[in-house]
Structures are given as structure tokens and as C-alpha cells.
T-cell receptor, first 114, second 116 residues
């Protein structure tokens, strides 16, 4: 079956530090990959996505590249801000398409301090 | 962009009563809606998938008689927690997707249910 593995949190960084949150996946087909962000007490917001190998999703300074050879979709940001503190979820849909359910990782909590 | 409105944002109910949560797509037709449950500091657990006009498909282990899902129109899905008990207390989130909507899934803001 499909699964998503994320690095354990929480991740605590100082403002302007470099962020990497690792995500690897297992899928029977050729999935679409997503990163979602959840702020306290809220639902999920799509941060970025990629639908095929070597695609790079980017948004708000965050980037992730779909690596088929390593089955990975690591999230990166060059300089984090306090406002980036949230929980980040890696997810896949397989088969790709919005009628398919999403499989989520366990989430990684990011705390950014001044 | 696509917006999904979920209400109420929080609700407290007495044990044994039923609670209805609504999920509306405001600017697109949601052919498929998903209902998730999230425990504190944990990931989202898919409860069921519903397609407009069809019966919901429940994930293994989810009681369909307890968690009633209705998706009677292309803009509205409801989740009713029947005979709620304290163990049903959780954060419930809906997600919607629609035909021709290419950017993925849109999530509601979630409902915090507390059963006392």
C-alpha cells in the first residue's frame, strides 16, 4: 500500500536558519506529492505540490523537488521566520487525481524562535 | 481561489446527543469530499470519502452508523456524529475536490468537538 514517512519533530530553529524536513514515500503507482501546513487550531493549507519526477514545487520561499529515484519530496526553506511556526504534512495521492484520497505523513512540528 | 467553509468551528455537546458538522464548497462544485479525524499532535486519519449523490465509502474501522455522512449536493456535505461519547472528542476536518479543479484538495478550517 501507500505510505508517507516524515522526519520526527519537533524541529526548533532560530529565525533566518535553513530548514529541511525530510519526506519519503512508498506508492504502488506514480503519485502526486504535496506539502500542507497547519497552523494551530486551523485546517490544512496547501503549501506546494508536484505531479511528476523532477518537478519542483515552490511557494512562500518553500521548495520541494519530486525525486523518483530516491522516492523523496523533502521540504526546504532558506531562511525561516517566526511566522513559519506550524505543523507540516507531507502527503501523496495515488493514483493522481483529486478523486483519490490523500495519504499523510505523521506531520512535523516546526518552532521558529527569535 | 477555491474555498471550503466548515461549520461550526467548535462545539461542545452532552454525551448521548448528536452533532452535525457542515462542509460547503463556496466557489466550486465539490464532486468528492473527504472527512478526516485528527487527534492532538497526530496526523489526519481518513474516515470516509463521499461522492455527490452516492453513499459514502468508509475506511476500515470507522463505524458508518455512528458517523453519518451525507453528500446530497455538489456544494454541501455533512458529517453527523450520532450518540456522541467522550471518546468521539476530536478535531474533524473536511476536504473537497471538484471536476476540473486542478490544484488539488481544499480543506475546511476544522471543527473541534468536545463531548462532555
Amino acid at each position: 500500500g501507500n505510505s508517507v514517512t516524515q522526519m520526527e519533530g519537533p524541529v526548533t530553529l532560530s529565525e533566518e536558519a535553513f530548514l529541511t524536513i525530510n519526506c519519503t514515500y512508498t506508492a504502488t503507482g506514480y503519485p502526486s506529492l504535496f506539502w500542507y501546513v497547519q497552523y494551530p487550531g486551523e485546517g490544512l493549507q496547501l503549501l506546494l505540490k508536484a505531479t511528476k519526477a523532477d518537478d519542483k514545487g515552490s511557494n512562500k520561499g518553500f521548495e520541494a523537488t519530486y525525486r523518483k529515484e530516491t522516492t523523496s519530496f523533502h521540504l526546504e526553506k532558506g531562511s525561516v521566520q517566526v511566522s513559519d511556526s506550524a505543523v507540516y504534512f507531507c502527503a501523496l495521492s495515488d493514483p493522481p487525481g483529486t478523486a483519490s484520497k490523500l495519504t499523510f505523513g505523521t506531520g512535523t512540528r516546526l518552532q521558529v524562535t527569535l | 481561489g477555491a474555498v471550503v467553509s466548515q461549520h461550526p468551528s467548535w462545539v461542545i455537546c452532552k454525551s448521548g446527543t448528536s452533532v452535525k458538522i457542515e462542509c460547503r464548497s463556496l466557489d466550486f462544485q465539490a464532486t468528492t469530499m473527504f472527512w478526516y479525524r485528527q487527534f492532538p499532535k497526530q496526523s489526519l486519519m481518513l474516515m470516509a470519502t463521499s461522492n455527490e449523490g452516492s453513499k459514502a465509502t468508509y475506511e476500515q474501522g470507522v463505524e458508518k452508523d455512528k458517523f453519518l455522512i451525507n453528500h446530497a449536493s455538489l456544494t454541501l456535505s455533512t458529517l453527523t456524529v450520532t450518540s456522541a461519547h467522550p471518546e468521539d472528542s476530536s478535531f474533524y476536518i473536511c476536504s473537497a475536490s471538484g471536476t476540473g479543479y486542478l490544484t488539488g484538495y481544499t480543506f475546511g478550517s476544522g471543527t473541534r468537538l468536545t463531548v462532555v
